[in-house]
């Protein structure tokens, strides 16, 4: 089974425009959760969705951001209107059942914006 | 809140010695999940091992073992002779509960370098 698939895997936008990160969940998995990572931050979890339902969103640095995640196979991290310090790499990873399961990362997207 | 702290930020060995990588964490809860997960310079983040509060059995498996130990709320990971490809940052997380609350807390990460 293909694991956790992300596009684009690199990004280079122009401060101001929109940018938008796509997901697409390994299948039979019920939970995705969207995270950066940067060296001033680490690891952030920025939103995580159970059943396609938003859960938690306390990680979404401001307004500017939104996730989306209209059905079980694909997911949507969006950046309107993009900033240099957006600048990051941001992982999407899909679990199983709960918490209590291991969550399997995608290989990420580089988001760099000038 | 929990909480997860790797202290060593970064670690150097000589190829063929053995390391351990620390990770202390805080819960409050006695239900909760440990996980390592390693990121090579490739970028990506990949499963290692996962356990429950209630199994404090240490595991082996090849030249990776995890110790658990609640009485000090440590998860430490030891890589018996090392390899340069064991080069890496490696993350220790915790996530308490079942359902309802999925968040994985990540430490900061120990990064390890095998010296050739």
């Known amino acids: 089974d293909a694991g956790v698939i992300q596009s684009p895997r690199h990004e280079v936008t122009e401060m101001g425009q929109e940018v938008t990160l796509r997901c697409k969940p390994i299948?039979?998995?019920?939970?995705l959760f969207w995270y950066r990572q940067t060296m001033m931050r680490g690891l952030e979890l920025l939103i995580y969705?159970?059943?396609?339902?938003?859960?938690?969103d306390s990680g979404m640095p401001e307004d500017r951001f939104s996730a989306k995640m209209p059905n079980a196979s694909f997911s949507t991290l969006k950046i309107q209107p993009s900033e240099p310090r957006d600048s990051a790499v941001y992982f999407c990873?899909?679990?199983?059942?709960?918490?209590?399961?291991?969550?399997?990362f995608g290989p990420g997207t580089r988001l760099t914006v000038l | 809140a929990q909480k997860v702290t790797q202290a060593q930020t970064e670690i150097s060995v000589v190829e063929k010695e053995d390391v351990t990588l620390d990770c202390v964490y805080e819960?409050?809860?006695?239900?909760?999940?440990l996980f390592w997960y390693k990121q090579p310079p490739s970028g990506e983040l990949v499963f290692l091992i996962r356990?429950?509060?209630?199994?404090?059995q240490n595991e082996i498996s090849g030249r990776y073992s995890w110790n658990f130990q609640k009485s000090t709320s440590s998860f430490n990971f030891t890589i018996t002779a090392s390899q340069v490809v064991d080069s890496a940052v490696y993350f220790c997380?915790?996530?308490?509960?079942?359902?309802?609350?999925?968040?994985?807390?990540f430490g900061t990460g120990t990064r390890l370098t095998i010296i050739p």
């Open positions: 990873a899909s679990s199983s059942a709960g918490g209590r399961n291991e969550q399997f």
């Open positions: 299948s039979g998995h019920n939970s």
């Open positions: 969705f159970n059943n396609n339902v938003p859960i938690d």
């Open positions: 819960t409050r809860d006695t239900t909760y999940y």
């Open positions: 356990r429950n509060s209630f199994d404090e």
């Open positions: 997380a915790l996530s308490e509960r079942d359902f309802g609350n999925e968040k994985l807390t």
